[in-house]
């Protein structure tokens, strides 16, 4: 076989191998999936249902469990703990999902922030800040 077609079959290979990666794996459309989710228990009984739980405890509660959960993630990272940090990120965004829903943010708002600083260095912004006291 030539270097060209070997190629093309290593490329193929590795083509597949990420499509079967893909549709085995939950990708961050779990987040939008999860989102909906959460705001579908807007006005659900919190006795049925913990986001709704956590909705009637009102905007600080759910800004302190989001604090917990950061802290317990940040614990768990610095334990070296990978599989405890997972789980507590998990219950991180998730809480964090409930707040942007309880303050009425829209996550595809966060998801532009975000698009819109690809490709610019934190440090090049950083400096653009100092530059400009406003
Ligand atoms: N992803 C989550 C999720 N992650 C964590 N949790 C809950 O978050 C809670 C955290 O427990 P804690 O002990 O920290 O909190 P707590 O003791 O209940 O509260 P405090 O005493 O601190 O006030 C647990 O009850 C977890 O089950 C979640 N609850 C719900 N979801 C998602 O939300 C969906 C809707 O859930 P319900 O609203 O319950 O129907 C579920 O199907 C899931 O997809």
């Not at 076989?1 to 290593?10: I, P, R, T, V």
């Amino acid at each position: 076989m030539g270097d060209k077609k070997a190629a093309e079959k290593a490329a193929e290979k590795a083509a597949e191998k990420a499509a079967d990666r893909s549709a085995a794996v939950p990708s961050a459309e779990v987040l939008d999936r999860l989102f909906a989710t959460v705001q579908s228990r807007k006005g659900a009984d919190p006795e049925s249902s913990y986001t709704a739980k956590l909705y009637s405890r009102g905007t600080a509660k759910i800004a302190q469990k989001v604090g917990e959960e950061a802290v317990e993630a940040i614990l768990e990272a610095v334990r070296g703990d990978k599989a405890a940090l997972a789980s507590e990120s998990a219950d991180l965004l998730y809480h964090l999902m409930v707040l942007w829903a309880d303050a009425g943010l829209d996550p595809a708002e966060v998801w532009a922030k975000l698009a819109q600083r690809e490709g610019t260095s934190g440090i090049d912004e950083k400096k653009s800040r100092k530059r400009d006291p406003n």
